[in-house]
């Protein structure tokens, strides 16, 4: 419900509701202001305001008021024209709502390996996510750098994609400056563990100044804000 509530495109068209509203209660105060005591009743200006607002609020969301509501014959007329672009525009508002607040919904059907059965997936070429979905019999598609993985998923080639997590959120997070990759979400689902780590030869002399300098780059700031910036949620 949250992620609903912050998503972008539903305050932008609130405001594009609010301002065709203003728009329309303007117009039909302008022409009916004066006349039409039944539509503008209240006795100060900025009552009728409102009331002219609610009026275009009224129109363009619960489709148009019969023409004989209105004096002029100009408001009669206008009447009609805007109901047909009334219902042009709730019908519009409606597919943008749908298409916007249920993408993320659909995705979050995706609770495990399982699921992904039933959705087109794209993976990096020869990478342990690729083994894992063959191994789990789950067909998917490849791409060869994982630019070409997030446009594909983008551009809605495939439904979901499945790669290393953390770089995932920091291709996605860093994408989102350029204004790239705006729509995608990384799930907060761990599909397998893996573990990194040096490899070096047995006895290496080296190994006590390797560990010291892991440990003293543990314990620095800079790693710390080095975790935040790759691992975070972007």
Do not use: C
């Not at 998917?140 to 750098?145: E, Q």
């Amino acid at each position: 419900m949250q992620s609903i509530f912050l998503n972008p495109a539903l305050w932008l068209i609130v405001g594009a509701i609010i301002l065709v509203a203003g728009l329309v209660g303007a117009f039909f105060y302008a022409l009916e202001e004066g006349k039409n005591e039944k539509l503008y009743s209240m006795k100060n200006r900025s009552g009728r305001w409102v009331e002219s607002f609610i009026l275009g609020l009224l129109f363009i969301t619960r489709g148009p008021f019969n023409y004989f509501e209105f004096k002029s014959l100009t408001g009669r007329i206008v009447t009609v024209f805007i109901g047909v672009f009334s219902m042009l525009f709730i019908a519009s508002i409606t597919a943008v709502l749908a298409s916007k607040l249920t993408l993320s919904q659909g995705y979050s059907q995706i609770k495990g390996i399982n699921d992904l059965a039933n959705v087109e997936v794209g993976t990096k070429t020869a990478t342990t996510s690729s083994l894992l979905l063959t191994s789990f019999g789950i067909r998917h598609k490849d791409y060869a750098d994982m630019t070409a993985l997030l446009t594909a998923l983008d551009k809605g080639e495939v439904e979901a994609i499945v790669a290393d997590d953390v770089v995932l959120k920091y291709m996605i997070g860093s994408s989102r400056l350029s204004g790239q990759f705006e729509d995608l979400e990384v799930l907060p689902y761990q599909l397998e563990k893996q573990n990194y780590g040096f490899i070096i030869t047995e006895n290496n002399r080296y190994e006590e100044e390797i560990n010291r300098a892991l440990l003293q780059i543990r314990e620095s700031r800079k790693w710390r804000k080095t975790l935040v910036d790759y691992f975070a949620d972007k």
